[in-house]
């Protein structure tokens, strides 16, 4: 079955910063992996989505993320945070070969963004 | 753009009643998914349905049920509210294979008393 780890329960930067979030997934092969954001009180975005080919993908709102597959990883990055980042963020992976199974989230991580 | 809409963005109900939570999505998608979210434990899955009256359990499936009769609606509904209840309540849908990302209405926050 899969599973996914977001270390960071909270992490806070300032504005203007880089950002990375982290996402570890388990899985016996190349999964299907999502970041979603979702605002206070909002249900949840897609930030973006890989499924195969490049391992670094673009998202909306700036967003990037890397796939790297000997580390069982998919970091989610900005080059520079702006306040209106401020959300949790969710990693979720999906089964590859099985059209009917849910996602599986992990549990978040919320950004703070300070002046 | 695909659209999940649910019934209430809030909601107060009073222990012992029975309670309806409607998802309705306009971009014909096969799956459909009802989650919970609490503080510090993320989102947890009740109840899918990859079909018309089809429904499968989820992780937390317990004091829940829920019903599929069209396509585009899927139900949850709390036959006896308890205060332990009282979450935000999220929909999905979703296509099946490939294209499977979801996608989330706005949620519906419940208090129950």
């Known amino acids: 079955a899969q599973s996914v780890t977001q270390p960071d329960i909270h992490i806070t930067v300032s504005e203007g910063a880089s950002l990375e979030l982290r996402c570890n997934y388990s899985y016996g092969a190349t999964p299907y992996l999502f970041w979603y954001v979702q605002s206070p009180g909002q249900g949840l975005q897609l930030l973006l989505k890989y499924f195969s080919g490049d391992t670094l993908v673009q998202g909306i709102k700036g967003f990037e993320a890397e796939f790297k597959r000997s580390q069982s990883s998919f970091n989610l990055r900005k080059p520079s945070v702006h306040w209106s980042d401020a959300a949790e963020y969710f990693c979720?992976?999906?089964?590859?070969?099985?059209?009917?199974?849910?996602?599986?989230f992990g549990k978040g991580t919320r950004l703070s963004v300070i002046a | 753009d695909v659209k999940v809409t649910q019934s209430s963005r809030y909601l107060v109900k009073r222990t012992g009643e029975k309670v309806f939570l409607e998802c309705v999505q306009d971009?014909?998608?096969?799956?459909m998914f009802w989650y919970r979210q609490d503080p510090g434990l993320g989102l947890r899955l009740i109840y899918f349905s990859y079909d018309v009256k089809m429904k499968e359990k989820g992780d937390i499936p317990e004091g829940y049920s829920v019903s599929r009769e069209k396509k585009e609606r899927f139900s949850l509904i709390l036959e006896s509210a308890s205060t332990n209840q009282t979450s935000m309540y999220l929909c999905?849908?979703?296509?099946?294979?490939?294209?499977?990302?979801?996608?989330f209405g706005p949620g519906t926050r419940l208090t129950v008393t």
């Open positions: 979720a992976v999906g089964a590859v070969n099985s059209g009917n199974t849910p996602l599986v």
């Open positions: 999905a849908s979703s296509f099946q294979g490939r294209l499977r990302e979801q996608y």
């Open positions: 971009m014909d998608h096969e799956n």
